[in-house]
């Protein structure tokens, strides 16, 4: 079965750090584009980062650079995002999938395989 997994996620204060983990079961994660995006409480789901399945180029919204960084860890087959310096606007489920940075860049939220993951909650409170 094809499908993505996100783990990872759980509740810090204001300042720490999570990584996210979305694992990848029944093809080759490698060469696909994914981005991740999160819902926030109350609001609509949208795209915070995205790497590049053919040249590994990234992007990040406004809000999330500089403090977060997507990356591939191909031995587990997997799309990480680090998150640092969190802060409680950050808190929400967060999901990834396969959907092209041009899209990602411009709101277009969507993900290729039709269907979205389970997500991971991600809570930043003090």
């Known amino acids: 079965q094809v499908q993505l997994v996100e783990s990872g996620g759980g509740s810090v204060q204001p300042g720490g750090s999570l990584t996210l983990s979305c694992a990848a079961s029944g093809f080759n994660l490698a060469t696909w584009t994914i981005g991740w995006f999160r819902q926030r409480p109350g609001g609509e789901r949208e795209g915070v980062a995205c790497?590049?399945?053919?040249?590994?180029?990234?992007y990040y919204a406004p809000s999330v650079k500089g403090r977060f960084t997507i990356s591939r860890d191909n031995s587990k087959n997997a799309v990480t995002l680090q998150m640092n310096g969190l802060k409680p606007d950050d808190t929400g489920m967060y999901y990834c999938?396969?959907?092209?940075?041009?899209?990602?860049?411009?709101?277009?939220?969507?993900?290729?395989?039709?269907?979205w993951g389970p997500g991971t909650q991600v809570t930043v409170s003090s």
């Open positions: 790497i590049d399945g053919r040249d590994a180029s990234t």
């Open positions: 999938a396969p959907e092209p940075c041009d899209q990602l860049r411009v709101g277009i939220v969507e993900t290729a395989f039709g269907s």
